[in-house]
C-alpha cells in the first residue's frame, strides 16, 4: 500500500484498518510536504556549502548540513523559462516546447507535477517568479510577478487576474506571501506542496535598503580565468556578456553609477526601477550611492583596473542582495520548527540555473560550461540520509522525486529520474552515466550561439550549431575551467569517439530529432 492510500484511508476514518490486530493504535503515516524554493541566477560559486571564497548563507547550509547536498546537480537548458518548464514538467526542452524566454509560451494544458499532486490529494501553490508567459495551472492557489518583476515595491498578479503593486522589497514579500498562506490559508486536512520562487538573484542585484553598507570593506578574489582569451573557443569569445564591456555589463544599470548627465544602453531601466522607490528608499538609496559615484567619476578608472572595479562592485551587489535571500529562507525554515511542519516536511533549495561570478570574465548564463550549467541543489527529507549525493542528477529529475514522495504514479513520458532512491540512501548502482543538455536563444540579448551536448563523470562534448558548426570537448578532471578545446587532439580521440556515442544515445532516448539532424556526418552512424 502506497503511503497515499494511508492517508486516504485515514482521512476516510479508516485509518484503523491499515493498523489492523495492533493494541498500540498510531496515527496513519501523513504522505510528505513538499517545500521547494527556488531562486533566480544563484550560483553554487555563491553559497558557503559549496564555495567559501565570497558568500556566508548559514540557512541555506543548513538545509545541506540536515539534509544533503548535491555535487553534481545540472539543468538542461541554462535560462529562467525553460529550467522553469524542465521543472515543472520532468522534460527536457523539446518535450515540454518551452525553448526559450523571447518567443515561447509555455502550453499549460500538458502534464504537469503540480497537476499530479492534486490528483493524488495534495494542495499545490506557487507565489513569486513564474516567467512562462502563460497563467500559472495546476496550482489552488498562486501569486506571481510579471514576467521578471522589480525589487522595490513590485506588482504581483493573482489568481483573481488583478495586478497589485505592493510596497516593500521583493525577497521579503515573496516569503510574507509564502508565509502567509502556510499559516493561514491553506487547507491543513491536505499534504502541501508549496514553491516559492525569487526574483533574487537576478540582474541587476539591487540589495534591500538595510543591506547596502555590507561587504564595502571586502576586496574579494578574481576568478582564475577572469583574464581568458577564448582561445579555441569562438562561441566563447563572440558572447555579449563580459564584466569588462561597458556594453555587456551597464555602469548605471547594474553596477548603480547613475547621474542625470550621463548617458548609457540601459539607464532608462534603470531609471525606472529607482523611480519605483518611495521617498525614504530613495534617500537611503542615494546616501549610500552618491559618495561612490563621486568616487567613481573622480578616479575614473580605465582598462584592467575599470575591469576589476566593476568585478568588485558586482560582487558586492550580488553578496547584498542574497543576504536578504538567505535572511528569508531562515524565516521559512523556522516556520517549520516552530510549527511541528519541518518533520514532515521536504525542503528543498536551488536555483533556475548557475551564473558566472567573474569567470571567463563573464556575468550570466546559458552556456553548457560547469558555472552556468551546475545549479545549487540541497534537499532535507526527514528520516533521509545527510551528506553529499555525488551522482549527476538534472532539474528534469524533481518532479519524478516530487511524485514518488507522494505516492503517485510516475508517468512514462516523464524523462527524470526520481531522487528519493538517493535520498533514502539506497543503492543506485544502474544510475545514468551522462547528461544530456541543449541552448536555443540565439540570436538574443548576450548572443551565446545554440549549442547541445553531453556531460559525465569526467568529459564533456558540445557542438555549437546555427551560424556555426563548431565542437568542443574538455577533460574536467585535467582542465576544470574549460580552457582546453580537446575535440581535434588526436590523444583525445578515443574519448572523442565515446562521447560522440553517448551524445547520440541520449538524443535518441530523449528523442530529439532537431538535435540528432544538426549532428552532420555523425548522425548515420548507428
Ligand atoms: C534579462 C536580463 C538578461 C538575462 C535575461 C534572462 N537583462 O533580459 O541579462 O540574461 O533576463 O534571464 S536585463 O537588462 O533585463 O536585466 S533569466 O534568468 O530570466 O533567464
Ligand atoms: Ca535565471
Not at 515595491?153 to 510574507?176: A, S
Not at 487547507?187 to 541587476?204: G, M, S
Not at 548564463?365 to 551546475?374: A, L
Not at 583525445?492 to 540528432?516: K, N, S, V
Amino acid at each position: 500500500m502506497k503511503t497515499t492510500d494511508l492517508y486516504l484511508l485515514g482521512l476516510g476514518g479508516l485509518a484503523t484498518l491499515s493498523l489492523a490486530g495492533c493494541t498500540d493504535r498510531k496515527p496513519a503515516a501523513r504522505p510528505m510536504n513538499i517545500l521547494y524554493i527556488m531562486t533566480d541566477d544563484h550560483t553554487a560559486q555563491m553559497m558557503s556549502c559549496y564555495d567559501r571564497r565570497y558568500a556566508s548563507t548559514p540557512n541555506l547550509d543548513r538545509i545541506a548540513r540536515e539534509g544533503v547536498r548535491f555535487t553534481n546537480s545540472f539543468v538542461a537548458n541554462s535560462l529562467s523559462g525553460p529550467s522553469r518548464a524542465c521543472m515543472l514538467t520532468g522534460k527536457h526542452s523539446h518535450k515540454n516546447g518551452f525553448y526559450d524566454n523571447t518567443t515561447c509560451v509555455f502550453d499549460g494544458s500538458q502534464q504537469t507535477f503540480p497537476k499530479l499532486l492534486q490528483q493524488a490529494g495534495y494542495e499545490t501553490a506557487i507565489v513569486g517568479k513564474w516567467h512562462l508567459e502563460s497563467l500559472p495551472t495546476g496550482f489552488d492557489h498562486w501569486e506571481i510577478i510579471p514576467d521578471q518583476g522589480d525589487y522595490y515595491n513590485p506588482d504581483f498578479i493573482r489568481q483573481t487576474g488583478d495586478t497589485v503593486r505592493n510596497e516593500g522589497y521583493i525577497t521579503n514579500l515573496i516569503t510574507d506571501k509564502a508565509l502567509a498562506w502556510l499559516d493561514a490559508e491553506r487547507d491543513p486536512e491536505k499534504p502541501f506542496c508549496l514553491l516559492v520562487h525569487h526574483k533574487a538573484q537576478h540582474r541587476n542585484w539591487m540589495a534591500d535598503t538595510c543591506n547596502l553598507t555590507l561587504y564595502e570593506d571586502r576586496t574579494f578574489p578574481l576568478p582564475e580565468t577572469f583574464y581568458d582569451d577564448y582561445a579555441g573557443r569562438p562561441a566563447a569569445a563572440a558572447q555579449e556578456m563580459s564584466i569588462s564591456s561597458d556594453h555587456d555589463m551597464d555602469v548605471i544599470y547594474d553596477l548603480k553609477m547613475y547621474r542625470t548627465s550621463d548617458s548609457s544602453r540601459l539607464k532608462e531601466l534603470y531609471e525606472g526601477m529607482i523611480g519605483r522607490m518611495n521617498p525614504d528608499q530613495r534617500a537611503a538609496w542615494d546616501r549610500f550611492y552618491d559618495p561612490l559615484i563621486a568616487e567613481f567619476h573622480r578616479t575614473n578608472p580605465q582598462g584592467r583596473e575599470r575591469a576589476e572595479w566593476k568585478f568588485q562592485r558586482y560582487v558586492r551587489d550580488y553578496l547584498k542582495t542574497l543576504k536578504s535571500l538567505d535572511d528569508n529562507v531562515g524565516r521559512l525554515l523556522d516556520y517549520l520548527d516552530s510549527t511541528g511542519l519541518a518533520g514532515n516536511t521536504l525542503v528543498v533549495y536551488t536555483s533556475d540555473q548557475g551564473f558566472y561570478i567573474g569567470e571567463h570574465g563573464w556575468f550570466d548564463k546559458r552556456f553548457m560550461y560547469e558555472e552556468s550549467m551546475h545549479t545549487p541543489l540541497v534537499m532535507r527529507l526527514p528520516g533521509g540520509v545527510q551528506g553529499d549525493i555525488d551522482q549527476l542528477v538534472q532539474n528534469i529529475d524533481y518532479a519524478p522525486t516530487f511524485l514518488e514522495l507522494a505516492g503517485a504514479e510516475i508517468p512514462d513520458d516523464i524523462q527524470g529520474r526520481s531522487l528519493l532512491p538517493l535520498l533514502r540512501g539506497e543503492k543506485s548502482a544502474d544510475w545514468r552515466p551522462a547528461l544530456y543538455y541543449h541552448f536555443y536563444e540565439y540570436p538574443a540579448e548576450h548572443m551565446v550561439k545554440r549549442h547541445y551536448g553531453v556531460r559525465d563523470n569526467r568529459w564533456k562534448l558540445i557542438h555549437f550549431y546555427n551560424d556555426i558548426d563548431h565542437w568542443e570537448l574538455y577533460d574536467l578532471k585535467t582542465d576544470p575551467h574549460e580552457l582546453h578545446n580537446r575535440y581535434d587532439d588526436p590523444a583525445c580521440a578515443g574519448e572523442r569517439a565515446r562521447m560522440i556515442d553517448e551524445l547520440l544515445r541520449l538524443q535518441r532516448q530523449y528523442d530529439d530529432t532537431l538535435a540528432l539532424r544538426m549532428n552532420g556526418d555523425f548522425q548515420s552512424k548507428d
